[in-house]
């Protein structure tokens, strides 16, 4: 599979995961739909990463890691430099590596729409970069 087709599939799966985080936060909150809003982060967060690191590839950029890959999009202008995707990362770290905290679960919650309508903006910019 070349490189841009490897974007494209992972373009198409972040659509759907993204889909299902939304899905998430549209229900009426508690504890069992914020846990799954959390997990369905994680995973657009981890789909979305590799987008970066997929595209700086075919920008001709090479980077290994998210925090790199979010770095490197930054200097190659297809998104703005903006805290709230390393924060976003920092998130993720929280989520995926330390054991669950009631009152951190609450913090990220509320955060999880701002950060699915950044990501979402970012692939925006990326797709018009990608087809033109």
């Known amino acids: ?5 490897k974007l494209q599939n992972r373009l198409n799966g972040f659509d759907k995961a993204c889909k299902q985080l939304e899905k998430a936060l549209a229900m009426p909150s508690d504890e ?4 799954s809003a959390i997990q369905r982060f ?3 967060f981890e789909l979305f990463w590799k987008i970066l690191k997929t595209y700086c590839n075919i ?3 090479k980077t290994d890691s998210p925090r790199g890959s ?3 999009i930054f200097k190659a202008g297809t998104i703005e430099d903006d805290p709230i995707y390393l924060a976003m990362l920092q998130v993720r770290n ?3 590596h330390n054991t669950y905290e009631e009152k951190l ?5 509320g955060k999880l729409p701002a950060y699915s309508k950044a ?3 970012a692939i925006i910019n990326i797709r018009k970069d990608f087809t033109s």
């Open 94 to 96: 929280l989520t995926t």
């Open 119 to 121: 990501m979402q903006t």
């Open 70 to 72: 979010i770095k490197q």
């Open 42 to 44: 994680e995973f657009t």
């Open 1 to 5: 599979m070349d490189i841009e087709q």
């Open 105 to 109: 679960a609450e913090e990220i919650y």
């Open 32 to 35: 069992f739909i914020r846990d």
């Open 59 to 61: 920008l001709g950029y």
